[in-house]
C-alpha cells in the first residue's frame, strides 16, 4: 500500500465517523434538503429576480441575489424540518440505530466522493504517475469513476483520460 492508499481509506472513514456521529436521518435529510434548494434556487430564481428590478441595476447581481436569496431559504426552512425529525427520532429511542445506519451511508458517501475525486484526476497528469499505478485501491475506483465518466455527454467524457 503507498500513501494514496492511506489517504482513500481516510477519507472513507472519516465521512463514517462524521456520518456515525450525526446520523442517518439527519445525513438523508440534510443531502436532500441541498438538493431540494439547488432545485428550487435553478428553477425560480428568473422569477424572483423580476420584482427586484426596482432596486438592483445589474442584471447579473438580481439574479445570483435571487439564487442565493432562494437558496439560503430553503436551507433554512429544511433546516428546521430537519431539527424537528431528529427530535422525534431521538425521543423514540431509535439514536443508536440512527447512527449506525449513519455510519453505512457515510461509508458509501465516502466511496462516492472517492470515485469522483478519481474521475476528476483523469483531467490531469495524475494517472500517469507511478504511485497511481503502484496504489492498491486506485483501481477499485477508476471502474467507479469509468461508470460515473459514462453518466457524463459524451463532449466532456472525452476529457477524462486514463492510463487503463
Do not use: C
Not at 22 to 35: C, D, K, Q, T
Not at 53 to 65: C, E, K, Q, Y
Not at 113 to 127: D, K
Amino acid at each position: 500500500m503507498v500513501w494514496l492508499d492511506f489517504l482513500i481509506l481516510g477519507i472513507i472513514l472519516l465521512s463514517s465517523l462524521i456520518s456515525l456521529a450525526r446520523g442517518f436521518v439527519r445525513e438523508a435529510f440534510s443531502l436532500a434538503i441541498w438538493v431540494l434548494a439547488f432545485w428550487v434556487s435553478w428553477s425560480f430564481f428568473r422569477h424572483l429576480e423580476v420584482p427586484m428590478r426596482a432596486w438592483i441595476d445589474s442584471p447579473t447581481a438580481r439574479l445570483g441575489i435571487a439564487f442565493a436569496l432562494l437558496m439560503i431559504v430553503t436551507l433554512v426552512v429544511g433546516g428546521l424540518v430537519n431539527y424537528l425529525i431528529i427530535q422525534l427520532v431521538e425521543r423514540t429511542g431509535m439514536s443508536g440505530t440512527d447512527r449506525l445506519i449513519g455510519m453505512v451511508f457515510g461509508a458509501a458517501r465516502g466511496v462516492l466522493l472517492v470515485a469522483a475525486l478519481v474521475l476528476l484526476a483523469g483531467l490531469t497528469p495524475l494517472p500517469g504517475e507511478h504511485w497511481w499505478a503502484e496504489s492498491t485501491l486506485v483501481g477499485y475506483f477508476e471502474e467507479l469513476a469509468f461508470w460515473l465518466r459514462d453518466l457524463l455527454p459524451p463532449e466532456f467524457a472525452e476529457r477524462f483520460r486514463y492510463k487503463a
